[in-house]
């Protein structure tokens, strides 16, 4: 009884007014109290990273097992696929089978948000992103095919940090591992989930794309793109080992366009086969984390050497315009930038200029180190070098863009060009080379055409390129 | 007259003047009678929270007979979850009772946990305590708020939303959805919840329970509310009884009943509350223990997330949820009372049969003895007091 | 002021111009203060957008959207009084305007028995309301137009008692003589009574104008806007939203002219007089209008036999009493 009779048989008597008097008080009361109200097309709530919003497609991860669309409760995906036979690996091997998918289809006027699909997918395919700004007028185009979906990737936050006493998921022992080489206090570095899905997720990637990258892409430019991306972070302000370190953290989210081409690295050449096994190579792994945890406390600290999240924010979705995304896209991205930058995730990508002068930057040749976790550019006149950070390659579109947007690097790859040590490469920050915008341009475009983008986003990512070659070019650090 | 004898009340009056009932006895004695008219009222109609219809006979402003009627939003809930499995089941029922999703998900799969002899780990337990009680405080609210607004205050549905938002981020938080939660799953929860979750839950709680003077000041202390509510819809409590009322309005009828109590699940019998409950069964009684049990329901969420123990959120579950053969029936505590779940397994991914017994369905199976003899005006504030959910009822 | 010598009839025209502005003007600015007073009160900003400038033509834009909507008449409707009855709620509101003194000179019609035009022409409005509601052929219109009608009945009285009592007071029956007669505001002096007064006036006419806690008659939870059920675009403002904004300002400004001195500055004290009357008085009906929209999101709404048992067994009985002591007052202080 937890009801106090006596309070309720008081509160039951009728009164004599005093009670409306009461009420006005705490009407007016409110009249003077700050609003909370959150005037929504102009502001947005920043929503939690596992909302419910838009379902996102992975698509190299898509084996197309069917899981999804069988468990879908009210069967609203919809699959097909062929079969491809592909040539052998090596000589002589037996020719291999693979499923290609040629239709992934949400309809989202049938879907009922329960994230069944997402739960079930065992290659890590589908993600649950936060937006939800896709209503139509037509309800035909609620049906979101493979490669709206896809873009949707872009906007996929990394998984949130567990609550405090929650058995961590993923590899506990080697976060354990990475921060006890770092030192202390960097174990319970929330990102670290994020982290370790995305260095999980490696392995079954490289296993299932070579072949059709191959196919694809001349090896050259997209060794030289994957470079080119990792190469121009600029560390701005203090922990030399951020570099590396951000770009890995955005790898977890993982929009996929780079990472192809960095597996093909492996295949390819033997110099990037030296960038692959950098990378995939289990011993670097202790050295990235170190990497990581050297960065952490700084990330934490929100000293970050780079912007404000807002000015992340306004950047990233004045780069994203000018690659002509939809505005949706880009302000989705522009986002997803933003909340990184507000948990410390990346910093890195400050376009604005190196804070450090470059000793160790031009490196032509260079052994080739086991340890390595990234190869400097090494190429043109203007040498590049930055680290590269293995697991970078699925970087989200909207790291690729900065990344992108730093150094418009010389040319491909060339053979003998050397990975540089985490270590080494912290204290240079790379630099933006001197290339003319123009050239830029046209590279980037021929290198997208390569990749096979479709001709608009070639043509997207080329202006991009040009108009940070620009940037970069007055800035100081050029 | 004769109507006031029979609900075995005494006269009890407030100001002086004779109640609504005693004027509409009068009415229906044939003293005041005039002509009758058949009024429609619903399936669309603002007090009816969605597509439930009454069929009222009235003579002026007495409501002489009234006659719900419901099945408007039937969706085979019982034969949809025979061709599910049981994750799928769990998306499912939480739509049964959409304003309370994450209760309605709890019997399920405390039945299967029964019939598969899981044991769900502590921590797992705990969290799931927690958000049902979340979830009851952002369903009072919202009853709260929309019983202000049919009599015609519309203040505290703002003020009321405002605070739901704030549990309510907590929630979306850690599933993702804010009415359709689906976070527990046989065994556990489906993950573990984020950083700041705990933060945020006692935030909104907390917040609730310091702004509820301020509703107590518009609504229960207000003169105008107390005479649209005090004596008006009297539920005797052997009627509530007869009816299988549960719930709220049981509790505000004087039925101390509350499965939480009676018959722990999961653990609440590790949690120090109280039942709400009140004696005279009207309108006013219902609102009050509706009020008082989000305090409680507060005090739990805070305990619950103090001694929140470390640990896995799920037990060992097999790979392919399979429940052996067997049946079971589980009822918990839903918001708006005893929510059943009667679960038969033929050994199948799928139940053979699961019978769900909701809360809405019996409460309102009450409304045509209340609704007689009351004034229109009295329906909107007995429809709003009696605290349904259309897709409950109808499922 | 330049001399224009005008006929009577271009006089009349103008005027009649100016009081038909004023009202779907009045009906604009009210609305949207409606509207802004009410979401603050419950914490919110309310429109935002229309216009720009925290929405400022919410109104305006809500009046056009009216416009372009369809008029539909329900088919058993009584077409002819159906249609009619948003002119008959809606003249009479305007009429009020006609006496109401908004400065010493600036007052359209000074009637000698203006407080007695004023309390007669603001009631004649629910007989649209009853011919909209008998009309529709909707048991819901019916049943408001009932309500209405009983209540206009019962809370006549009131207002019309507290107003007798103030033109005891003042002495006179013309408007602008009672404003005149306030060198102290009537709800300050005579000290309680006038107070007293003024609340049993704020209650009938809160009732009158059928809003929050006695807007049985349209209560929309209940009845659905009652007797404006049927009704669609542009008669269903000017039966319901003109109407009741037009009720608002109006009584709004009843309230300032016969409790709060009208025109005259809230003191008598010299500097204050520098400021035109018409300021005081709007200052004054804003005040009038704010109380009212304050009382609506607060409230409940009483039940109909509570509402008239309130009126008849209360409010009459007290005003009849406040008149007693008013003529005690004039008599003998």
């Given amino acids: ?478 | 007259m004769a109507v006031t004898e029979d609900r075995g009340l005494a006269d009890t009056n407030i100001d002086g003047v004779r109640d609504s009932s005693d004027v509409a006895a009068e009415v229906s004695s044939g003293k005041l009678m005039t002509e009758e008219m058949i009024l429609n009222v619903g399936p669309q109609h603002p007090a009816t929270h969605g597509v439930f219809r009454l069929l009222a006979t009235i003579d002026g402003e007495v409501l002489v007979d009234a006659d719900p009627i419901i099945g408007y939003m039937h969706r085979g809930y019982e034969k949809l979850v025979e061709a599910r499995d049981y994750r799928q089941i769990t998306n499912l029922v939480s739509r049964m009772d959409w304003l309370s999703g994450i209760n309605n998900e709890i019997p399920l799969h405390i039945a299967l946990e029964t019939l598969m002899e899981i044991e769900v780990p502590p921590r797992a337990q705990y969290l799931r305590v927690a958000m049902l009680e979340m979830n009851r405080i952002i369903n009072h609210l919202m009853f709260f708020a929309s019983f202000g607004a049919e009599l015609g205050a519309i203040t505290p549905a703002f003020y009321a939303f405002r605070e739901r938002e704030d549990i309510q981020f907590a929630l979306e938080m850690a599933t993702g959805g804010r009415m359709h939660f689906g976070f527990f799953r046989p065994g556990g929860l489906k993950e573990d919840v984020p950083r700041g979750f705990f933060a945020q839950a006692l935030k909104g709680v907390r917040q609730v329970i310091d702004r509820l003077p301020d509703y107590e000041n518009l609504l229960i202390g207000n003169e105008i509310f107390k005479q649209r509510t005090v004596n008006v819809g009297v539920l005797p409590t052997d009627v509530a009884y007869n009816y299988g009322v549960s719930g709220p309005i049981a509790r505000g009828s004087d039925i101390t009943f509350d499965v939480r109590k009676d018959e722990p699940y999961l653990v609440y019998d590790q949690f120090d509350f109280d039942v709400c409950s009140a004696p005279h069964g009207d309108c006013f009684d219902r609102f009050w223990v509706l009020l008082h049990e989000v305090v409680e329901s507060a005090k739990i969420v805070e305990q619950a997330i103090e001694g929140m123990p470390s640990g896995p959120i799920m037990g060992k579950v097999p790979r392919v949820v399979q429940a052996p053969e067997g049946e079971v029936y589980v009822r918990t505590e839903n918001s708006l009372g005893e929510l059943g779940m009667y679960l038969v397994s033929d050994g199948d991914r799928r139940p053979y049969r699961l019978k769900i017994r909701t809360p809405s369905y019996n409460n309102v199976s009450a409304l045509p003895y209340v609704l007689k003899n009351t004034f229109v005006a009295d329906m909107i504030a007995i429809l709003g007091s009696f605290f349904f959910v259309l897709g409950d009822i109808d499922r | 002021m330049p001399e224009i010598a005008l006929t009577a009839w271009q006089i009349l025209i103008v005027k009649v111009l100016v009081i038909l502005m004023v009202v779907p003007m009045g009906a604009i600015v009210g609305g949207y203060a409606e509207h802004k007073v009410m979401a603050h009160l419950q914490h919110r900003l309310g429109p935002m957008y229309p216009g720009g400038f925290h929405g400022w033509a919410t109104t305006l834009a809500d009046g056009i959207k009216f416009l372009y909507k369809e008029d539909i008449i329900p088919d058993a409707a009584d077409k002819r009084v159906f249609s009619l009855a948003p002119a008959a709620i809606m003249v009479p509101i305007i009429m009020i305007y006609l006496v109401i003194p908004m400065d010493e000179s600036l007052v359209i019609e000074d009637l000698d028995v203006g407080i007695f035009y004023l309390l007669a022409i603001s009631s004649v409005s629910t007989i649209g309301v009853l011919m909209a509601g008998w009309s529709s052929a909707n048991k819901y219109a019916l049943i408001g137009a009932l309500r209405s009608a009983a209540q206009l009945i019962a809370y006549e009285l009131p207002v019309v008692l507290s107003a007798a009592a103030v033109a005891m007071l003042a002495g006179s029956l013309s408007l602008v003589d009672i404003v005149r007669a306030q060198d102290w505001m009537f709800i300050l002096w005579p000290p309680g009574l006038g107070l007293a007064l003024f609340l049993v006036f704020v209650t009938g006419a809160i009732a009158e104008m059928t809003r929050v806690p006695f807007d049985m008659p349209i209560a929309e939870s209940e009845i659905i806007t009652g007797p404006f059920t049927e009704y669609t675009g542009m008669r269903y403002i000017f039966s319901h939203m003109f109407a009741e904004m037009g009720h608002l300002i109006a009584f709004g400004g009843i309230g300032a002219t016969l409790f709060l001195g009208g025109f005259q500055p809230i003191v008598p004290w010299e500097p204050l007089e520098v400021i035109p009357g018409i300021v005081w008085f709007l200052l004054k009906t804003f005040f009038m209008i704010f109380l009212f929209l304050w009382i609506r999101p607060t409230f409940p709404r009483v039940r109909e036999d509570q509402l008239q048992k309130f009126a008849w067994k209360f409010l009459i009985p007290l005003s009849l009493v406040l008149i007693l002591l008013t003529g005690a007052w004039v008599l003998y202080v």
């Fill in chain 1, 1 to 478: 009884m937890a009801v106090d009779e006596r309070k309720l048989e008081e509160a039951r008597k009728p009164g004599f007014g005093l009670g409306l008097l009461k009420g006005m008080a705490v009407t007016l009361k409110h009249l003077f109290k700050h609003n909370t109200v959150i005037q929504y097309p102009d502001e947005k709530q920043d929503l939690p990273a596992r909302t419910r919003g838009v379902i996102a497609l992975k698509e190299e991860n898509c084996t197309v097992c069917m899981l999804c669309g069988r468990e879908c409760p009210d069967w609203c995906i919809y699959i097909d696929s062929h079969k491809e036979t592909l040539a052998p690996k090596r000589e002589g091997g037996r020719p291999r089978k693979r499923n290609v998918l040629d239709r992934f289809a949400i309809d989202y006027a049938l879907c009922m948000y329960c994230g069944i699909c997402v739960e079930v997918c065992p290659y890590d395919a589908l993600f649950w992103s936060r937006e939800f700004e896709y209503a139509e007028y037509d309800i035909r185009q609620l049906t979101h095919e493979k490669e709206k979906l896809s873009d949707w990737m872009a906007t996929v936050l990394p998984p949130p940090p567990l609550e405090e006493g929650a058995e961590l998921p993923g590899a506990p022992a080697e976060t354990a591992t990475a921060a006890g080489a770092a030192g202390a206090g960097s174990a319970q570095r929330p990102s670290s989930p994020a982290q370790d899905t995305a260095v999980e997720e490696r392995p079954q990637q490289a296993a299932k794309t070579p072949e059709a990258a191959a196919a694809s892409a001349p090896p050259e430019a997209l060794a030289s793109e994957s470079q080119r991306s990792a190469g121009e972070v600029q560390p701005t302000g203090a922990g030399a080992a951020q570099a590396p370190t951000e770009q890995k953290s955005e790898a977890a989210v993982g929009d996929t366009t780079t990472a192809e081409p960095q597996q093909e690295i492996g295949a390819a050449g033997e110099q990037s086969d030296a960038v692959k096994s950098g990378s995939e190579r289990t011993p670097s792994k202790p050295e990235r984390k170190e990497a990581e945890a050297a960065a952490e406390p700084q990330g934490a600290g929100g000293s970050r050497g780079g912007e404000e999240p807002q000015a992340v924010y306004e950047r990233v979705l004045q780069e994203q315009r000018d690659r002509g995304s939809s505005p949706q896209v880009a302000e989705a991205r522009a986002k997803v930038a933003r909340v990184k930058a507000e948990r410390g995730l990346r910093s890195a990508v400050a376009p604005a200029p190196a804070a450090k002068p470059v000793p160790s930057a031009p490196q032509q040749t260079r052994p080739s180190e086991p340890e390595s976790s990234g190869a400097p550019e090494a190429s043109g006149p203007e040498p590049e070098p930055g680290p590269v950070a293995p697991t970078e390659e699925e970087a989200t579109p909207a790291a690729q863009s900065e990344a992108e947007e730093a150094t418009p690097a010389e040319q491909p790859q060339e053979e003998g060009t050397s990975p540089e040590s985490p270590e080494a490469g912290a204290s240079a920050a790379p630099q933006t080379s001197a290339e003319d915008p123009e050239a830029v341009y046209e590279r980037v475009l021929a290198e997208e055409k390569a990749k096979g983008s479709s001709d608009a986003v070639a043509t997207g990512r080329a202006k991009a390129a040009r108009v940070r070659a620009q940037k970069g070019t007055k800035g100081p650090g050029g």
